[in-house]
């Protein structure tokens, strides 16, 4: 019904910078919530950012002032910008969208990426 996909994940060095991408796809009528979220091994899932219909964003306390999250609604998509990438942001990065559609009928449904690994070598 609804398709997110991630990428630009891969292996950076401490301090580097990378940017992952999330584009959703099918029956969208909007998309309201964006989030990116992260799982470590042995780890809980943890949100890191999001961003509202309305760019408004929140960021978890230990990515603030290094990480900015986007989106671009006509692409419907979002963008993850990581910068200063420490060895503890190793992880599987998921994106996850609350996303209106209208078949079968008019719902509000919230959709999961496969996941991008980030590993930060230190």
């Known amino acids: 019904q609804v398709q997110l996909v991630e990428s630009g994940g891969g292996l950076v060095q401490v301090g580097g910078s990378l940017r992952l991408s999330c584009a959703a796809s099918g029956r969208i009528f909007n998309i309201n919530t964006m989030d990116w979220y992260r799982q470590a091994p042995g780890n809980r899932r943890e949100l890191v950012a999001a961003?509202?219909?309305?760019?408004?964003?929140y960021y978890a306390n230990s990515v603030k002032g290094r990480f900015s999250v986007s989106r671009d609604n006509a692409k419907n998509t979002t963008y993850l910008q990581m910068n200063s990438l420490k060895p503890e942001d190793t992880a599987t990065y998921f994106c996850?969208?609350?996303?209106?559609?209208?078949?079968?009928?008019?719902?509000?449904?919230?959709?999961w990426g496969q996941g991008t690994q980030v590993t930060v070598s230190s």
């Open positions: 996850h969208a609350v996303v209106a559609v209208t078949s079968p009928s008019f719902s509000l449904l919230a959709f």
């Open positions: 961003i509202t219909g309305s760019n408004v964003t």
